[in-house]
C-alpha cells in the first residue's frame, strides 16, 4: 500500500502573514511559515528533502491514523472479535501500525487558494483494522489561524484515532531546543503510562507534579523535576485529558520569542511529547540538524490504548456512521 515510488506533491496555502505547506505524503504539514517583521519564520519541524515523506518520514507533521499512540499488545477485542495489529513499536501498535497513514499517498480531492483536502481509502483489514475506511483531512489557512478537519467513514465497525503530528518550534525552526517555551493546558488529569509508554489506565490528578500546566509554565523547568512518569519516555510523552467538551482550548505554547500557538479541539486528549528521541540525524528545512527537544508536539486525539479501556473516551466508530473531528492552531 506504500508507494515508495511516488514522489510527493507538494501544496503551499496562504493567508496574509501566513504561509502552510502540505504534502501528499502522509498529507503531512512540511512548512507552516508566519511572518514576522516582514520575515518569514518556520515554527513547525519538516524535513529539508521531501522525498523523506516517502521512505523515512519519522512521522513529522504527518496524519496519523487508523490509530494515534499505541495498542498494547498490537491487538484489541470489538464486540467480541479480537483483531490482531501489525506491530511496529516491539510488541506494540504505534500510529496505526508498520504501514500508518503517515506512509501512504493521500489524493487531492479538493482545492482552493486557502484550502485542500486529502482523500485516503483504507481497504478492510488494513494493518489488522476491521472495515474499509474512506479518510478526508482538510487544512484550511486564514490570518492567524489553520483549521484540520478530518471525516472518516467505514462499512464495519472499528475504531478510529485521526491526528496531526506536527512539532512545532515557536522559536524557529532549527532554532534548538523548546525548553524556553511556556506551556499552558487546559488539563487537570492526565494518563500515567508504564515503561512501554502504555496507559495503565488511571486518571492522575496534575496537582503537584510536573505535569501541571495549569499555568502557563516552562517546559524546561518542568522536566527538571524528578517524577518516574518522565522517565519512560525520557520527558513529557504523555495524555493529557482535555477539560470539558466540543471545540475548546487545549494549549497554549509561547516562545521566548514572545510568538503563540493556541490549539483548539473537539477531541478528549492531547499527546504532549516533548521530542527527546531526536538525535541529529533529521535535517530540518533550513538545512540544521535536530537535537533532542527540537520541537514538542500537541497531538489532539482520542486516549492511547483506548480499545483496553473501557472507561477511556470510545474510539469505536460504527458502520456507516461519519466520524468528524477538527482541530485549529491559532498563531499570534
Ligand atoms: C509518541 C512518542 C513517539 C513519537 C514518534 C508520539 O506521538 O507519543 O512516543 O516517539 O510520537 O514520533
Do not use: C
Amino acid at each position: 500500500m506504500s508507494q515508495s515510488t511516488v514522489k510527493p506533491t507538494s501544496v503551499e496555502l496562504r493567508a496574509e502573514g501566513l504561509l502552510l505547506e502540505v504534502l501528499t505524503a502522509g498529507a503531512a504539514v512540511r512548512r507552516l511559515e508566519v511572518t514576522d517583521d516582514g520575515l518569514p519564520v518556520g515554527i513547525v519541524l519538516g524535513h529539508a528533502d521531501p522525498d523523506t515523506y516517502v521512505t523515512d518520514g519519522g512521522y513529522l507533521g504527518a496524519t496519523i491514523g487508523r490509530f494515534g499512540n499505541r495498542i498494547a499488545g498490537a491487538r484489541f477485542d470489538l464486540d467480541g472479535e479480537t483483531h490482531e495489529l501489525t506491530a511496529n513499536e516491539g510488541t506494540t501498535t504505534l500510529h496505526g501500525g508498520a504501514d500508518g497513514f503517515d506512509h501512504r499517498t493521500w489524493t487531492v480531492v479538493d482545492r482552493d487558494d486557502t484550502s485542500v483536502t486529502f482523500g485516503l481509502h483504507s481497504p478492510d483489514g488494513d494493518q489488522g483494522f476491521p472495515g474499509a475506511l474512506d479518510v478526508t483531512v482538510t487544512y484550511a489557512v486564514e490570518p492567524g489561524r489553520v483549521r484540520i478537519d478530518y471525516t472518516a467513514v467505514s462499512d464495519r465497525d472499528t475504531v478510529v484515532n485521526l491526528t496531526n503530528h506536527s512539532y512545532f518550534n515557536l522559536d524557529g525552526e532549527g532554532s534548538g531546543p523548546v525548553d524556553d517555551h511556556e506551556l499552558r493546558l487546559s488539563s487537570r488529569g492526565f494518563t500515567p503510562t508504564d515503561a512501554l509508554l502504555i496507559p495503565t489506565g488511571e486518571v492522575r490528578h496534575v496537582d503537584g507534579t510536573p505535569f501541571d500546566f495549569r499555568r502557563p509554565r516552562r517546559i524546561g523547568e518542568a522536566l527538571s523535576h524528578p517524577d518516574e512518569q518522565l522517565t519512560h519516555g525520557k520527558g513529557i510523552d504523555h495524555n493529557f485529558v482535555v477539560a470539558g467538551a466540543g471545540l475548546r482550548h487545549v494549549a497554549t505554547l509561547r516562545g521566548a520569542s514572545g510568538r503563540t500557538l493556541v490549539v483548539e479541539s473537539d477531541q478528549p486528549g492531547v499527546q504532549v511529547y516533548t521530542g527527546a528521541h531526536f538525535d541529529g540525524t533529521v535535517i530540518g528545512t533550513s538545512g540544521t540538524a535536530y537535537g533532542p527537544r527540537a520541537g514538542i508536539a500537541l497531538e489532539t486525539q482520542g486516549f492511547p490504548d483506548a480499545p483496553h479501556h473501557a472507561d477511556f473516551p470510545t474510539t469505536v466508530l460504527r458502520a456507516g456512521m461519519e466520524h468528524r473531528t477538527t482541530t485549529v492552531w491559532r498563531l499570534g
